[in-house]
């Protein structure tokens, strides 16, 4: 399987790209466009071999299989179609559309082409201690999963970030973006083919100058089968050794998961760490040597036309969620009335 990256503008490309290679793929070109230079000397620095291109001769290249891509949010979707009408299937960081209008021309184009779009929900995929999760529910360690409470803080870095970043109409809003990681992992561990959007809120709590930018947001939702609560931020403090201290709680009929995704507080080393307390105790699960497999899964639907990786659905209902979240969200703090 051929690919190739467009679209540097986050991180994650690194993590995209580096998966991909890990399960066997061929990396033929990258297209250096970017507005933060900082990614792409990274991206220089972890793969010096990859051969420099420009988009349209990757997209029209029709030996390459896979554009995957982490343009700015905004800019996904017309990136993603155009690959897609041209015979290519698409991986896009999250958020894979910032809009109800995106959303419904990637459907009508997946439907049209057949290809496979699909988004590449890092909070999950990459991370093995969800991995871990997903065998302990499966073996019924906890018992019926009923509710989850997914965190995603994150750290704000202002001094490196671009521009568009601090503009909705580019990233489309805390809840659009970082709260899909949580909607994705509560339809996913509940086994939720839908849900709906209870309540939601955004709020701006920082500096006064970025009175516009939303460094807050939560989601109340709820499907057929559980309950979930989400809290997105960007307030982790600069004394925290990583980016975010993400969380995941799952709580089942018969006990509870917890996954510290990246740091745990209380000193043990290293990432991905799993907690489980059932009927016999608890117990502390080091998942970092789970291996991950959502790459490897998507070069086998490639090649198959399958959908094991994760459903097109799924895909769709995620951002459909999101969108749905951040529609109706409440400005918070809440005014009062007659204010």
């Known amino acids: 399987m051929r690919f190739a990256?467009?679209?540097?503008?986050h991180r994650h490309i690194h993590h995209m790209v580096g998966g991909l290679l890990e399960a066997g793929a061929t990396c033929v070109g990258f297209d250096p466009t970017t507005s933060d230079e900082r990614v792409l000397a990274g991206f220089r620095e972890r793969f010096p071999a990859l051969p420099e291109s420009t988009a349209d001769r990757l997209i029209d290249d029709p030996a390459i299989d896979l554009i995957v891509c982490a343009a700015i949010p905004a800019e996904r979707a017309a990136i993603a179609i155009r690959a897609m009408r041209s015979g290519k299937d698409v991986m896009v960081d999250k958020p894979g559309v910032i809009d109800f209008d995106q959303l419904a021309a990637v459907e009508q184009t997946v439907a049209e082409t057949g290809r496979i779009f699909s988004i590449c929900f890092s909070e999950r995929f990459t991370v093995p201690a969800t991995i871990i999760a997903g065998k302990l529910i499966a073996d019924g360690a906890i018992g019926r999963v009923v509710q989850t409470l997914g965190m995603g803080p994150h750290r704000l870095n202002r001094a490196i970030r671009p521009d568009w970043f601090f503009d909705k109409r580019h990233y489309g809003g805390i809840l659009t973006d970082i709260a899909s990681h949580q909607i994705d992992q509560f339809l996913h561990f509940t086994g939720s083919d839908d849900a709906e959007i209870v309540a939601s809120g955004v709020g701006h709590f920082g500096g006064a100058d970025l009175s516009d930018f939303e460094d807050f947001g939560e989601v109340l939702l709820r499907s057929d089968k559980a309950g979930g609560y989400i809290r997105v931020d960007w307030f982790t403090a600069d004394g925290l050794p990583t980016w975010g201290d993400g969380r995941l709680t799952i709580l089942g009929t018969e006990g509870t998961i917890e996954l510290r995704k990246y740091v745990d507080i209380a000193g043990r080393p290293g990432t991905d760490h799993v907690f489980l307390v059932d009927k016999a105790g608890t117990r502390h699960i080091d998942a970092s040597n789970e291996p991950l497999t959502y790459f490897q899964n998507l070069v086998a639907d490639i090649g198959a036309r399958s959908e094991i990786a994760m459903s097109?659905?799924?895909?769709?209902?995620?951002?459909?969620?999101?969108?749905?979240?951040?529609?109706?969200?409440a400005w918070l703090p809440l005014r009062s009335q007659g204010t």
């Open 5 to 9: 990256a467009i679209g540097l503008e």
């Open 312 to 329: 097109q659905r799924h895909a769709f209902t995620v951002c459909r969620l999101a969108l749905a979240a951040q529609a109706k969200a």
